[in-house]
């Protein structure tokens, strides 16, 4: 199997077979990546405090940074009345409650 589980040669990705949900569900494909000392040594150490193993440290770390990349590239269309409602809400927002001006002008608990 060529590097990067691409499958076999000639294989389309998305394919629907049988084999490429197997293999979507495989917890094997490997992930290789170098790392200088003290970059390993910082990710072992968060790793620790989580409770958790290297590698599922760094896999739950790049895919959390991976999703939030997806999302931050969504795209959404609407029609020219929508679009206008949209901007309206963007420049007029909800005023804020009475609790939320208390809340936002009382002194932090660490400035007590």
């Given at each position: 199997m060529p590097a990067g589980?691409?499958?076999?040669?000639?294989?389309?990705?998305?394919?629907?077979?049988m084999r490429d949900r197997r293999d979507a569900t495989r917890r094997d494909?490997?992930?290789?990546?170098?790392?200088?000392?003290?970059?390993?040594a910082m990710l072992t150490r968060a790793a620790n405090l989580r409770?958790?193993?290297?590698?599922?440290?760094?896999?739950?770390?790049?895919?959390r940074q991976a999703e939030e990349t997806i999302l931050d590239q969504r795209i959404f269309f609407l029609d020219a009345d929508a679009h206008e409602q949209f901007l309206d809400l963007l420049d007029a927002p909800n005023k804020p409650s009475e609790e939320?001006?208390?809340?936002?002008?009382?002194?932090?608990?660490?400035k007590r």
């Open positions: 589980g691409a499958g076999k040669r000639g294989e389309r990705e998305g394919s629907g077979t494909n490997v992930i290789q990546i170098r790392a200088p000392a003290g970059t390993k409770g958790q193993k290297l590698s599922a440290f760094v896999l739950d770390s790049a895919r939320l001006r208390a809340r936002m002008t009382r002194k932090p608990v660490w």
